[in-house]
C-alpha cells in the first residue's frame, strides 16, 4: 500500500535549520518521484522541491537554502531547510506521484501525508 508520512515540524528562529523527514511505503524512489509542497493560510499551495532516484528540483524561492534527499534503505526522503525566513512559516506536505519524473505540479500528485507545521519566528 502506497502511504508517506512526514515527520520533524516546528518552531525555528530565523537564519536556523530544521529538518524534515518523509517515510515512505510501497515503492520506492527508483520509480516514483515524491515532492514537499507547503501551504501557508490565505495562499495558493507552492512546491518546494522534489526528487526521484538521482533527479532533484527546487523552486527559486528555497533554491541554494533547502536540501532533498532520498534513502530508499530507510524508505525515506529529508528536507534539509537552512537561513529560514519568516515566509517559510507554512504546513509542509511530502506527497508521491508514481511513475513520474520529478516535477512540481501538486495537482498530479496521488497520495499526500498529513502534513507538518513550520513556524519561523524569533
Known amino acids: 500500500q502506497v502511504q508517506v508520512v512526514e515527520s520533524g515540524g516546528g518552531l525555528a528562529q530565523p537564519g536556523g535549520s530544521l529538518r524534515l523527514s518523509c517515510q515512505f511505503y510501497g515503492f520506492t524512489l527508483d520509480d516514483y518521484a515524491i515532492g514537499w509542497f507547503r501551504q501557508s493560510p490565505g495562499k495558493e499551495r507552492e512546491g518546494v522541491a522534489c526528487i526521484r532516484s538521482s533527479d532533484e528540483y527546487y523552486a527559486d524561492s528555497v533554491k541554494g537554502r533547502f536540501t532533498i534527499s532520498g534513502d530508499n534503505a530507510k524508505s525515506t526522503v529529508y528536507l534539509q531547510m537552512n537561513s529560514l525566513k519568516p515566509e517559510d512559516t507554512a504546513v509542509y506536505y511530502c506527497?508521491?506521484?508514481?511513475?513520474?519524473?520529478?516535477?512540481?505540479?501538486?495537482?498530479?500528485?496521488?497520495?499526500w501525508g498529513q502534513g507538518t507545521q513550520v513556524t519561523v519566528s524569533s
Open positions: 506527497a508521491t506521484d508514481p511513475w513520474s519524473n520529478c516535477h512540481l505540479e501538486d495537482s498530479e500528485y496521488d497520495y
